[in-house]
């Protein structure tokens, strides 16, 4: 089945937030698991031509996802996700941050707390993920980072790999 959803993206600097969402036309299981299994994720979450590396992930309360976005000439961009809360299959929160290879957070950059929903709609899922960030200038230096296009792009990514199941 061909989806013929679009990936939303709404920023409202007032309060500091950045609303995402997408439908993907696959069971909630499926969607789930691309978010939070590391051989799932590191196949997706990069726009082309980068492509996503997970050095380490424990998707668990507490646990960590540390992984580079790598670029074609082999510029590795880290990142890491601090897992706060878990409701398998539903909804997780977790804080993003910039980062160095060893996970030690670069403090110039924003950081930015995700509330990522899974919901089961008519055979698909639709996910709604909520960014808060601290400042509404830390919002607008995550719109400059090309944000909505590179999450645009990683959710056809997503779209293939679903297909592929």
Same mark, same amino acid.
């Given at each position: ?5 679009? /990936? ?29 299994? $590391? @051989? ?39 990142? $890491?996700?601090?897992?706060? !809360? ?31 929903? *899974? ?5 698909? !899922?639709?996910? +709604?993920?909520?960014?808060?960030? #601290? !400042?509404? +200038? ?6 400059? !980072?090309? *944000?909505? @296009?590179?999450? /645009? ?9 679903? #297909?592929?199941?």
């Amino acid at each position: 089945m061909e989806n013929n959803s679009k /990936t939303a993206i709404t920023s409202d600097a007032g309060k500091k937030q950045i609303h995402v969402t997408r439908q993907f036309n696959a069971p909630v299981q499926e969607v789930w698991n691309a978010w939070t299994k $590391r @051989e799932l994720l590191d196949q997706w979450w990069a726009p082309k031509p980068w492509k996503a590396e997970t050095k380490s992930m424990e998707f668990r309360e507490g646990g960590t996802w540390l992984y580079a976005m790598v670029g074609p000439d082999g510029t590795k961009m880290w990142s $890491r996700a601090d897992f706060e !809360t878990i409701l398998p299959g539903q909804r997780f929160t977790a804080i993003d941050a910039f980062c160095d290879e060893n996970g030690v957070v670069n403090d110039e950059l924003p950081r930015m707390h995700w509330h990522c929903v *899974f919901s089961p709609i008519e055979g698909a !899922t639709l996910v +709604e993920i909520n960014l808060t960030l #601290a !400042t509404a +200038e830390d919002v607008q230096k995550i719109i400059d !980072t090309g *944000f909505e @296009e590179g999450f /645009t792009a990683a959710h056809g990514n997503l779209d293939e790999l679903l #297909a592929k199941k």
